[in-house]
């Protein structure tokens, strides 16, 4: 068990839908990283978070956005979707620094929340 | 641009036999490199690191990954492979400029067979 606890587990959603995936980080980490896993394009990084601020943005797409709340969980909203939206999407959290994004330390993944959009 | 590179897309291997899963990377400068795995319908679980010192680390498992600088290249290893070892295996590359992002590989599909 890596700490990262992420909700739902399985989403199927249709089309044009919108919905919100969650993030719980590991206790003491202020670091929250978000990543989706299709078969085709393997894992890549979509934002960083660090102590409710904005560290850094990957391939994100504008139609998805995320934050990072007080208590330092995490949210990745997903709008108008589309068929190629289908994924794993994976939450990994690291102690941070402010300074870098992934420094020196390891990431802890979450078990990932399956989407499928149809 | 940098890039990290994992050649196979699938290495197969008999229970028992040593283990070679290879990583080779274009990054400026002194990266940190990483290796994580990644077991069926799981997350990514951290393995080993290496961030400077002996070219030799030791992770998780019973892995560990041989460093050659010269080669760019950042290989797994394993001296006698289990059947429970199998799993899709990254490399990851954090160069140390450029806010310390992590460069991913495209992932290692590895199968041990009894």
């Known amino acids: 068990d890596s700490g990262v606890t992420q909700t739902p587990k399985h989403l199927i959603t249709a089309t044009g839908q919108r919905v919100t995936l969650r993030c719980s980080p590991r206790s003491g980490d202020l670091s929250v990283y978000w990543y989706q896993q299709s078969l085709d394009q393997g894992l890549q990084f979509l934002i960083q978070y660090y102590n409710g601020e904005e560290r850094a943005k990957g391939n994100i797409l504008e139609r998805f956005s995320a934050q990072q709340f007080p208590d330092l969980h995490s949210e990745l909203n997903l709008s108008s979707l589309e068929l190629g939206d289908s994924a794993l999407y994976f939450c990994?959290?690291?102690?941070?620094?402010?300074?870098?994004?992934?420094?020196?330390?390891?990431?802890?993944f979450g078990e990932g929340s399956r989407l499928t959009v149809l | 641009a940098q890039s990290v590179a994992q050649p196979e897309d699938q290495v197969n291997v008999a229970e028992g036999n040593p283990l070679t899963v290879k990583c080779t990377y274009s990054v400026s400068g002194n990266p940190y490199l990483f290796w994580y795995v990644q077991y069926p319908n799981r997350g990514l679980q951290f393995l080993l690191k290496y961030i400077t010192g002996d070219n030799l680390v030791k992770g998780s498992y019973g892995f560990e990954a041989e460093f050659n600088k010269s080669q760019t290249s950042f290989h797994l290893k394993k001296p006698s492979a289990l059947v429970s070892d199998s799993a899709l295996y990254f490399c990851a590359v954090s160069p140390r400029d450029s806010n310390y992002q992590l460069i991913w590989g495209a992932g290692t599909k590895l199968i041990i067979k009894p």
């Open positions: 990994a959290s690291s102690v941070g620094t402010g300074g870098r994004v992934a420094g020196t330390g390891e990431l802890f």
